[in-house]
Nanobody, 124 residues
């Protein structure tokens, strides 16, 4: 069973950058898609981005397009989310998640394995 452990995050001023990392253990991610979700206070968890391990295809929500990027490292079995030009509205707990399959699904229920979550706070 795949286990996901997150690292990174923290506090940054608006316009700054942060990098989140998601490391998988208990299996390789070769047949998986890895996604990032976030949950702001009082709001539902929402899809942010995803990457297919097989071919590196990515998908992003409109509000982060052009500011966030995803990458994967086959040797380390990790997926990173690079967040640039951060805005206060990006403040949330960020979760990585994984699902078997080769497409970038956006629905929470499509993802079976979840990381522990990490706080990202962007100040004015």
């Amino acid at each position: 069973q795949v286990q996901l452990v997150q690292s990174g995050g923290g506090l940054v001023q608006a316009g700054g950058s942060l990098r989140l990392s998601c490391a998988a253990s208990g299996g390789t991610l070769g047949t998986y898609t890895v996604g990032w979700f976030r949950q702001a206070p009082g709001k539902e968890r929402e899809f942010v981005s995803a990457i297919t391990w097989f071919d590196g295809k990515t998908a992003f929500i409109d509000s982060v397009q052009g500011r966030f990027t995803m990458s994967r490292d086959n040797t380390k079995n990790t997926v990173d989310l690079q967040m640039n030009s951060l805005k206060p509205e990006d403040t949330a707990i960020y979760y990585c998640a994984a699902r078997r399959g080769y497409d970038t699904k956006t629905e929470l229920a499509q993802y079976y394995y979840w990381g522990q979550g990490t706080q990202v706070t962007v100040s004015e």
